[in-house]
């Protein structure tokens, strides 16, 4: 099972579609995830704008939040007829929104109510339906607890469980604290691996070199991988090679990849989307190189600004060298 070998994780306010795209120039072959996106909004909101994607971000699924099966179900059906490749439940967030809205990880209480998300949605659509957990929930943290839960939505045709390897504290912690406090625990998704080996398991939580990825891979069937991939991204132009064995795949350079992604944004300004929206996501591309600050400040300093355009990546770089 490869299909999720790397994943890069769903990330509210991350992994936008500029994100994503920018993402896709540096590796071919990582899986990529949206924000969560919640049946909610695209019952009631601008579905179409909420759903759109690059063609360039195959594969590529959509995270959903949400607890009722219907509406689950039809947002399934519209992810699918969207061009998704996969639709991923969100059964890992903490947030009190999350909980008030019941859904989340408070949802790993509630197996029986995640199997039936699971059941009405594969009865809707052909592409696979995922979960995201967590590893447990407040005291409800026993590998029984977790198996309990993998077990329900197993039974119900889920095959493909990523686990971000440490419990969530809803009481006291805020969501920021919930992704750093609890401790990681790999060996237990690694025996979750061992007890269900026909399941594809993902292991997500502080995995941030390709050197890590490849220790787990020798566990479980793919890695997911997320803060590292926003802020540190440029490991992302070595796992085509490293991960994926493509030695012959031409390489990008950074520089590549900036200026694929210029052109991009030159394409979208035109189409009224704000410099500011894309070049957020390009700040934290040169860290460790000599010039990395003077790049950041002349994008952070001036994309706010009205009528600002794509020169400000050229100028940018031109700052930096
Ligand atoms: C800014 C931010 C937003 C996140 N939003 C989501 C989300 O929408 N859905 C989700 O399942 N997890 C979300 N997460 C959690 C990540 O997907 C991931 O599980 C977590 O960051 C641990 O992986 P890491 O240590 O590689 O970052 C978010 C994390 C961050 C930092």
């Given at each position: ?91 890992g967030c ?94 237990r998704i ?20 390709i050197e ?110």
């Amino acid at each position: 099972m490869t299909t999720h070998k790397l994943c890069i994780a769903p990330m509210m306010e991350w992994t936008d579609r500029h994100f994503r795209y920018l993402v896709r120039l540096m590796t071919k072959h990582t899986r990529l995830y949206t924000e969560m996106l919640t049946a909610g909004a695209l019952i009631h909101g601008d579905r179409e704008r909420f759903l759109r994607f690059d063609e360039s971000e195959h594969p590529i699924a959509l995270q959903l939040g949400g607890s009722d099966p219907i509406e689950m179900a039809q947002s399934a059906k519209w992810g699918e007829q969207a061009g998704y490749d996969e639709i991923n439940i969100n059964v890992g967030c903490p947030s009190d929104r999350v909980q008030a809205g019941r859904f989340g990880v408070c949802l790993m209480r509630e197996p029986a109510l995640i199997a039936e998300c699971v059941t009405a949605m594969r009865n809707q659509v052909n592409i696979p339906i995922t979960v995201k957990c967590r590893i447990g929930v407040d005291h409800d943290d026993s590998y029984d607890f977790l198996c309990h839960f993998v077990d329900s939505i197993k039974q119900a045709g889920c095959e493909t469980l990523i686990v971000h390897a440490r419990k969530a504290w809803l009481k006291g912690l805020n969501p920021k604290q919930n992704r750093e406090v609890p401790k990681l625990d790999y060996q237990r998704i690694y025996q979750l691996k061992i007890d269900n080996p026909n399941m594809n398991i993902v292991i997500n939580g502080g995995i941030n070199t390709i050197e890590d990825i490849k220790l787990h891979l020798k566990h479980v069937d793919g890695v997911m991988i997320g803060r590292q991939a926003y802020k540190h991204p440029e490991f992302l132009l070595n796992v085509d090679k490293e991960i994926y064995g493509q030695a012959n795949s031409k390489q990008p350079s950074m520089n590549d990849v900036i200026h694929e992604y210029a052109m991009y944004v030159e394409k979208n300004i035109k189409q009224g989307i704000p410099l500011k929206s894309m070049a957020k996501h390009i700040l934290n591309l040169y860290q460790g190189i000599p010039g990395a600050k003077k790049w950041r400040r002349h994008l952070s300093e001036n994309m706010h600004k009205p009528d600002v355009g794509v020169d400000l990546i050229y100028q940018g770089l031109e700052k930096m060298y």
